[in-house]
């Protein structure tokens, strides 16, 4: 069964770049079944889609963070990674890496990493 | 690109049903099966439940059914539980690669 694990530094300076892996197992990230993402979710507020990543390394980014967002893939390592640039305290959430299979949807998540902007 | 507009809060007595209405737009809903939700006990990741509108993968309960009408797309829990007490969020397809999630909106179980 596919399972997807979260590693990150819990606290970030503002203006500082987050970087965020997620390892996937169970399964291969080169795999034309699923798209590989990431969503957050501020304290107490809504889930943002954030972006997703092919194995080949085809990306699609949320317009509101294009500009500070970059993910990559390592197949070797079974891994995808997010960048986020510039944070701000706006940033502070938990994040969560996805699959996005064939059933059109995010069936599969990590449990979630819980990211914190502050000096 | 915003939110999908849902019900912050929506409340039912044990073994009613209620509906979770998620409002979009033309630019998606209106113009997608790509509608998704999912459900989020306290302090856990989210758990699809529906997918495509109205596909609910294996091992979902058949009291959750989901449906799509013009720019909205809805929820259905029937047969309230206890158990269905937490946040849930639709997620639309919103062209071009990208998609869109719902405020959410809180069930509570009377």
């Known amino acids: 069964q596919l399972q997807l694990q979260e590693s990150g530094p819990g606290l970030v300076k503002p203006s500082e770049t987050l970087s965020l892996t997620c390892t996937v197992s169970?399964?291969?990230?080169?795999?034309?079944?699923?798209?590989w993402g990431w969503i957050r979710q501020p304290p107490g507020k809504g889930l943002e889609w954030i972006g997703t990543i092919f194995y080949t390394g085809t990306t699609h980014y949320n317009p509101s963070l294009k500009s500070r967002v970059t993910r990559s893939v390592d197949t070797s390592k079974n891994q995808f990674s997010l960048n986020l640039t510039s944070v701000t305290a706006a940033d502070t959430g938990v994040y969560y890496c996805?699959?996005?299979?064939?059933?059109?949807?995010?069936?599969?998540w990590g449990q979630g990493t819980l990211i914190t902007v502050s000096s | 690109q915003s939110a999908l507009t849902q019900p912050a809060s929506v409340s039912g007595s044990p073994g009613q049903s209620i509906t979770i209405s998620c409002t979009g737009t033309s630019s998606d809903i209106g113009s997608y099966r790509v509608v998704s939700w999912y459900q989020q006990l306290p302090g856990k990741a989210p758990k699809l439940l529906i997918s495509d509108v109205n596909e609910r993968p294996s091992g979902v309960s058949n009291r959750f059914s989901g449906s799509k009408s013009g720019n909205t797309a809805s929820l259905t829990i029937s047969g309230l539980q206890a158990e269905d007490e937490a946040d849930y969020y639709c997620c639309s397809y919103a062209g071009s690669s990208t998609y869109v999630f719902g405020t959410g909106t809180k069930v509570t179980v009377l």
């Open positions: 996805v699959g996005y299979g064939d059933a059109d949807a995010f069936d599969v």
């Open positions: 169970g399964g291969s990230i080169s795999t034309s079944t699923y798209y």
